[in-house]
Nanobody, 128 residues
Framework: QVQLVESGGGSVQVGGSLRLSCDTSTYTYGSYCMGWFRQAPGQEREGIAL???????TYLDSVKGRFTISEDNAKSALVLQMDSLKPEDTAVYYCAADQRRGLCSSLHASLRTFFVYWGQGTQVTVSS
């Protein structure tokens, strides 16, 4: 049974950094699209960074140059390094995974619903 577990959230001041990690050790499929999503209060969940099993990445424009998605294969983890954080980055952050690499072709909201596996979320709060 696939279970994704996020960690690393917390509170930070503007300009600070956080590193989120998602335990993907129970995800054993060879082909995948994995990503990080976030949901702020009163807003829809949005995709912010994706990576597929070929290592190709896609980022939301508002996080490009500040966030980096990567895989820590030694720890079987999906990582999101977040730098230069802004108050508008405050949200619950979720990791997600699916066997269909095609889901990594776009961050369009219509593709979000196709991800099968989700973590429980971790809160990130950025204060000024």
């Amino acid at each position: 049974q696939v279970q994704l577990v996020e960690s690393g959230g917390g509170s930070v001041q503007v300009g600070g950094s956080l590193r989120l990690s998602c335990d993907t050790s129970t995800y054993t499929y060879g082909s995948y699209c994995m990503g990080w999503f976030r949901q702020a209060p009163g807003q829809e969940r949005e995709g912010i960074a994706l990576i597929d099993s070929d290592g190709r990445t896609t980022y939301l424009d508002s996080v490009k140059g500040r966030f980096t998605i990567s895989e820590d294969n030694a720890k079987s983890a999906l990582v999101l390094q977040m730098d230069s954080l802004k108050p508008e980055d405050t949200a619950v952050y979720y990791c997600a995974a699916d066997q269909r690499r095609g889901l990594c072709s776009s961050l369009h909201a219509s593709l979000r619903t196709f991800f099968v596996y989700w973590g429980q979320g971790t809160q990130v709060t950025v204060s000024s």
